[in-house]
Structures are given as C-alpha cells and as structure tokens.
C-alpha cells in the first residue's frame, strides 16, 4: 500500500483487535508525533507507549489519564478573563492536541460554545491574521487554484466526509472579512464534533479566497490573505467550479456545507453544486430549519397553530430568505396554499417589503406580497408593516443591531397576547433588540430567542430563559445524519425532517421552551440526524445499506454507536 492510499492519514492508520477496540499504528515516531494534534497525547502517553514510540525522555515522567488533563487545562482557562484570550487558549489546545480539546469542550459545552462559535468567533475572525499560528485546513486561494489538485493532495487526511467552506462575503453580520473567514469554517467544523459525532479527522475547514473588497484589508501589512478585489461573475464561478471538482476527485464521500457566502453568491452556489455533490447552505436551510422549529415550538407553547400566524421577517438575504422560504413551506404542510401563505408572511430588505411590483433579486420574488394587498397600507416599512399585517411573529435576520424598536414591539404586542420576536442576527452586538428590553417592553408576554446566546432575564420575580434559535442546532445533525446514510444529494425534505425532529425533542424534553438549552446540542443532534436519515431513506437518496436495513430504536443506537468520542486510544506498532 503507498502512502497515499492508507485509509486515514500519512500519519497513521486505525486498526480494530480481535477484542473489537480500536488502536493507532503510527508511521512516524518519536518527537514528531507530539507533533500531529490527531496524534499527540502530551503526558497521557503510556509508559509502554513513550518506550515503544521513541519518547522516552522527552516527556515528563507523569502519566496523566484524559480526566487529569481536562482538569489541569480547565483550571488554566478559567484564569484567563477576555473571551478573546479563551478563543485562543482553545485554538492552540485543538492545533497541538484534538482529543483533549474536544474532551475539554464537550465537558463545558455551554460555557465554551460562547468561545468556540458564535459570538466571540466573530471577534476571531476580525482578527484572524492576528492570531494565526499553525496551518489548518485547506485554503485555495487566487494563488493557487490552478493547483487546487496538488493543494487538496496535500492535505493530510484521507477519507474526509464534511467541510465547511466559506468565501468570506457575508460573515455573520458583519460582512466581507477576507481570509478570516477561515476562523468560522473551524469554529462550525469544532461543532460538527462536539455536537454532530463526526470524527475531526473526517472534517476539513475550507477558506475559499477570492481577494477582498476591504482596501482597508488590502491596505493592511499584516492581512494574510490574497490582496485584491473579490472576484466576481464567471471567474469566480470558474473558482468555485475548480474547486468542487478537485475535491470530488479526493473525497467523493464528502458533504459540502455553504456558509456565509453573500446573497449574491450563495443561491447561486447551492443551486449550482447541490445535485453534483451532497451539500447545503446553512444559513439559508440550516437557519430556515432552526427557526421553523422555535416557531412551531412557540406555536405550541401558546396553544395555537402555525398557520394562524403573521409572519415577519426583516432581512432578505441568505437567513431572511432561508427563514421565510421554511415558514412556507411549514404553512403548507399545515394545509394553506400558496395565496394565503402569501397573506401571512411578509419579508423587507432595506428598501422595505417586498411586493411584487418591485424590481428584484429573483430569489426574492417568490417571496414577494401582492401590491394588492397592502394597497391600503400606511407604509411598507416595518412599523407600518407590523402594524398594518397584524403580525404575531417578528424575525430579524438583517444584521442591523438594535433595529427593533420599543415601539415595533410593542405594535406586535398590541395584535397578539403572545407577540413571539426572535433577533436572531449575530454576533451580539448585531442583536435587533435585547432580550430584557423586549421583555420588558411586553410585560414579560413576549416568546424570545436570539441567535447569539443570553442570560437569563428576571423581570417582575419571574426568570425567562432566552432560548438560542442558532443554526448550530440543525447543521451538526443534519451533516452527520447525510454522511451516515451517504446520501446522494441533500434534499429540501430532509432540511424540514430536521426542523421537525428539533421541534419534537424539544417538546418532549422541555415543553416550555423555545429550544433546548446548549448543553443538550448533541443528544438534540442525535435526533435530528435520525429524521434526517428516515427522510432520505424515504427520498431515495440514501445509499448506505446498513441504514436501509434498520428501524426505529435500531437507527437511533446506529447513530449513538457512531457518534464520535473524545477518547486517546492505544497505539501500537504492526
Ligand atoms: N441565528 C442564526 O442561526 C442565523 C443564521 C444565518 C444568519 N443570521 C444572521 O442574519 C444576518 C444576515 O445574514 P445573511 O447571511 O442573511 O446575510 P446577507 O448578506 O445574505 O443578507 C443581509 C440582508 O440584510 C438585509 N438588510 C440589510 N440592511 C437592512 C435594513 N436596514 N433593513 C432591512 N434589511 C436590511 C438585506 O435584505 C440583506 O439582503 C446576520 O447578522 C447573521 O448573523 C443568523
Ligand atoms: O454562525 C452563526 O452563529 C449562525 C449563522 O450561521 C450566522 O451566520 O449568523
Ligand atoms: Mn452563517
């Protein structure tokens, strides 16, 4: 066998004993291998291990056991007090050794989520070039995608099932970022582990960089990434062309996740690839499919239907769009067609609702309300539009922090006991309106979720908790659910199957709520990947025998039994 056909890495390759464990075959030794984060165990090195892997002396004479070291480092990171110092602790822990940093992570999924992911990420990703240290993941970039081949053989891992790949145009809601966008693709991929069960070994972070339209980037002496202006048109879709078919051609059993490309790009981009590679845009289907769910969840909690609702979604890009499109789609499955569907959910860009006469964006015309009927309307801005539709529901999904007035709460108050208002732009300071203020603004009446996570609120010797309406409750499910069923295309049902099973745990769990609390992101993913695996058995895009062989409780333990763990496992040499 050559090097570059070994099942896993250059690095290594894992072997099942007779006993039926896993264990590692090195092919390197001694210091190098505390070296590769996949391999490295630091002090957890075996006594036998350092004699037979050439590391005897290099370490301390302490062997730790995982728990020890867990310990150790959570001790070191509670000292430091800036989420920034955090993110970076976390960074370099997972670039010097995975499994502890994933065994640290999923012990304080909910404290450490804020430092990984959403908000402080977003910080992260500012500063990107700041804070690089050690290569990770693959960028192609203007530099090199005529070697986009030779870059993607370069990579060090084998059989890689899900990456995350953004081109950087629209990071959260603070936009065009350049090459730091690489920092979201990881931070998404670290979810993918922690919560979705994909082993880091099967996931990859792409950066996609097709220059940057920041002179202020291009200005800067320390911006690592490639300094012109984006590409745009056919050379950048020969570039993502490129890329997608190179990566093809290495991992033909990978799932490509879409994220936070501009509405510009990224409809154009799912609808480009979805048929030639199994992937997604999370944050028109992820976002559609979490937000769905709250609502439903909402619906519930107030014991009314989903199709009784008035809808508005403020934003009509990639979320906003995403969001309206799963609202439908959720009105429909409750028996409205298309026209009273069009009477209840109402989207506004930033020149206000999107009515069918204007001139438009064609993802958005579907979306758009019949002149006609807000003929009689004061306005189409979101005041007017609030007021005049009735609307039950507000989702902000434009970026624009503290949009949300005290009096648009207060309009939707007045259409509804239970108006439910749900800003759900990211990071936080993009916020549409405070969680408290909302609250307050509501006598405590409104249902509220936010994309990035808040405390909770006590208002009046009642405490609400703020449920996180992010798409980090869908994506890491629904990945790991297509790659389990090597599915062939990700299908628009199977996105909804995802809503719906999020819904439904949160229900039997926590019937109060809008969406389970962070700490429970993985036995919530569980779930989600199941649906998701029922639904593309049922499309017929599943091409996995063993899944097609199992049902009900059967699948659920196939899933539990694949979902990966922080675990060192024993090395030892053939
Ligand atoms: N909670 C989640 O899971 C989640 C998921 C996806 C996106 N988001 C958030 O949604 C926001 C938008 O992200 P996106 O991916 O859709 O970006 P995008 O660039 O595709 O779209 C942004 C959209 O915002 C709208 N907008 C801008 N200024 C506006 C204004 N003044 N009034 C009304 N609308 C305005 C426009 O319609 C624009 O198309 C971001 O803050 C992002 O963090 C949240
Ligand atoms: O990244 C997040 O926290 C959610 C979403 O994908 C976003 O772009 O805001
Ligand atoms: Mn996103």
Not at 90 to 98: F, P
């Amino acid at each position: 066998m050559t090097r570059r056909e070994l099942p896993l890495t250059d690095h290594y390759d894992v072997k099942r004993g007779e006993d039926g464990h896993r264990y590692i075959v090195p092919l390197i030794r001694g210091f190098n291998l505390t070296r590769i984060p996949l391999l490295n165990k630091g002090t957890a090195f075996t006594a036998e291990e350092r004699e037979l892997l050439g590391l005897d002396g290099l370490l301390a004479p302490q062997v730790d056991s995982l728990e020890v070291l867990v310990e150790r480092l959570y001790g070191d990171y509670s000292k430091l007090d800036d989420p920034m110092r955090r993110h970076t602790f976390l960074r370099n822990l997972q670039d010097r050794n995975e499994v502890q940093f994933y065994a640290l992570l999923s012990r304080h999924v909910e404290e450490m989520l804020p430092i990984v992911y959403t908000p402080t990420v977003g910080e992260a990703v500012k500063r990107f070039s700041q804070i690089y240290r050690y290569p990770r993941g693959l960028t192609i970039s203007t530099q090199n995608v005529a070697r986009a081949r030779q870059a993607l053989a370069n990579v060090p891992l084998n059989d890689v099932r899900i990456i995350v790949a953004t081109d950087s145009s629209a990071i959260l809601g603070i936009g065009d970022q350049g090459f730091g966008g690489m920092a979201i693709s990881i931070g998404k991929l670290s979810l993918y582990t922690v919560a979705g069960g994909v082993g880091p070994d099967k996931t990859l972070p792409v950066e996609l960089d097709v220059g940057t339209g920041r002179q202020d980037l291009r200005d800067d002496p320390h911006y690592l990434g490639v300094k012109h202006e984006r590409l745009t048109g056919e050379a950048y879709l020969q570039f993502v062309d490129t890329f997608v078919e190179a990566t093809l051609e290495r991992y033909p059993k990978a799932i490509i996740q879409w994220e936070d490309f501009s509405k510009d790009a990224a409809f154009e981009v799912l609808h480009r690839y979805r048929r030639v590679v199994p992937s997604f845009n999370d944050d028109i289907q992820g976002t559609g499919a979490v937000v769905l769910a709250g609502v439903l969840n909402a619906c519930r909690v107030k014991g009314e239907r989903l199709a009784e609702q008035v809808v508005v979604v403020h934003g009509a890009g990639a979320g906003g769009a995403g969001v309206a499109a799963a609202i439908r789609e959720g009105m429909r499955r409750e028996g409205l067609d298309d026209a009273a569907i069009s009477a209840r959910v109402f989207v506004l860009d930033s020149r206000g609702l999107l009515t069918d006469d204007r001139d438009m964006e064609p993802y958005k015309r579907e979306l758009a309300t019949p002149r006609e009927l807000a003929a009689g309307w004061s306005g189409t801005d979101l005041l007017s539009v609030i007021r005049d539709a009735k609307a039950t529901v507000l989702l902000g999904l434009s970026g624009q922090g503290g949009i949300f007035s005290e009096e648009m709460v207060r309009a939707a108050a007045a259409n509804t006991e239970r108006p439910m208002v749900f800003p759900l732009s990211n990071p936080t300071a993009n916020t549409e309106a405070l969680p408290e203020d909302i609250l307050r603004w509501t006598d405590g009446k409104a249902l509220v979720a936010t994309g990035s996570p808040f405390a909770p609120v006590t208002q009046a010797g009642q405490t609400y908790e703020i449920g996180q309406g992010n798409n980090a409750f869908i994506f890491p499910g629904l990945g790991f659910g297509a790659i389990l069923a090597r599915v062939r295309e990700i299908t628009d049902g199977m996105v909804t199957a995802a809503a719906y099973a999020l819904a439904a745990y949160t229900e039997a769990h926590h019937p109060t709520r809008l969406y389970p609390p962070v700490a429970e992101l993985s036995k919530a993913s569980v779930e989600v990947a199941v649906a998701v695996i029922r639904q593309a058995l049922a499309d017929g895009v599943a091409t996995e025998f063993e899944v097609r062989r199992l049902s009900g409780e059967e699948l659920r333990a196939f899933v539990e039994r694949k979902f990966w763990q922080p675990k060192h496992l024993p090395f030892r040499l053939e």
